[in-house]
């Protein structure tokens, strides 16, 4: 039940990261946060990502906040490449198997 929302919802946040960095809309931001709020829950509670499972949706946060600051794209985009980055990771991880 719990891969129903996992992957699906990774992939969505991707492009609605995308989109809202490209339109500099918060909200985009903030409703990519909550698409992948069940996978880090779920990478949370294994041993390699014991408590920095949750840290990784504000990275869609704070770029949203920056956003809402007026901050330069480029400065509003490095908070998502280390969730993008991580999502590339643990693809790779799990096409490999």
Same mark, same amino acid.
């Given at each position: 039940m719990l891969t129903l929302f996992t992957w699906p919802l990774v992939i969505l946040s991707v492009p609605l990261a995308l989109i809202g960095l490209i339109l500099r809309s918060p909200a985009l931001l903030y409703a990519a946060a909550l698409c992948i @709020? %069940? /996978?880090?829950?779920?990478?949370? $509670?294994?041993?390699?990502?014991? !408590?920095?499972? =949750? =840290?990784? %949706?504000? +990275?869609? /946060? +704070?770029? +949203?906040?920056? =956003? $809402?600051?007026?901050? %330069?794209?480029w400065a509003s985009s490095l908070p998502v490449? %280390? @969730? *993008? *980055?991580?999502? +590339? #990771? =643990? !693809?790779?991880?799990? #096409?490999?198997?």
């Open positions: @709020v %069940p /996978t880090f829950l779920y990478l949370a $509670m294994t041993p390699r990502f014991l !408590g920095w499972g =949750l =840290l990784f %949706p504000f +990275g869609y /946060t +704070g770029a +949203g906040w920056l =956003l $809402m600051r007026k901050a %330069p794209l490449l %280390p @969730v *993008c *980055c991580l999502f +590339g #990771w =643990l !693809g790779y991880i799990i #096409w490999q198997q």
